[in-house]
Nanobody, 122 residues
Framework: VRLVESGGASVPAGGSLRLSCTAS????????MAWFRQAPGKDREAVATIDSVGSTTYADSVKGRFIIFRDNAKNRLVLQMNSLKPEDTAMYYC?????????????????WGQGTQVTVSS
């Protein structure tokens, strides 16, 4: 499975961005997929995940602002980010796993993209 992210950009605080992750070698809608992010000097952290039946989980820091959804027909995962804050600045990574019910556990994800940079200015 290969994952390629796109959509990262520099935006002012309060703005919106939509990140996309396109999967190839995809085995279907049974994979659990997620977005993680990593700011300079910090550990990679979970942002949001969506399982094979569309159930979603969000980190507390993004609840009410970010929305994760998937388009299985297009093998695409999307993260809609609204009301962006400077603390959202990070490299954002798409991840996937065949393991069910892993939620926001970073080490449970097998496949990773190269990342797309999001910078939010104050």
């Amino acid at each position: 499975v290969r994952l390629v992210e796109s959509g990262g950009a520099s935006v002012p605080a309060g703005g919106s961005l939509r990140l996309s992750c396109t999967a190839s070698g995809y085995t279907g809608s049974t994979m659990c997929m997620a977005w993680f992010r990593q700011a300079p000097g910090k550990d990679r952290e979970a942002v949001a995940t969506i399982d094979s039946v569309g159930s979603t989980t969000y980190a507390d820091s993004v609840k009410g602002r970010f929305i994760i959804f998937r388009d299985n027909a297009k093998n695409r995962l999307v993260l809609q980010m609204n009301s962006l804050k400077p603390e959202d600045t990070a490299m954002y990574y798409c991840a996937a796993t065949h393991r069910p019910g892993v939620g926001l556990v970073l080490n449970a994800y097998t496949y990773w993209g190269q990342g797309t940079q999001v910078t939010v200015s104050s």
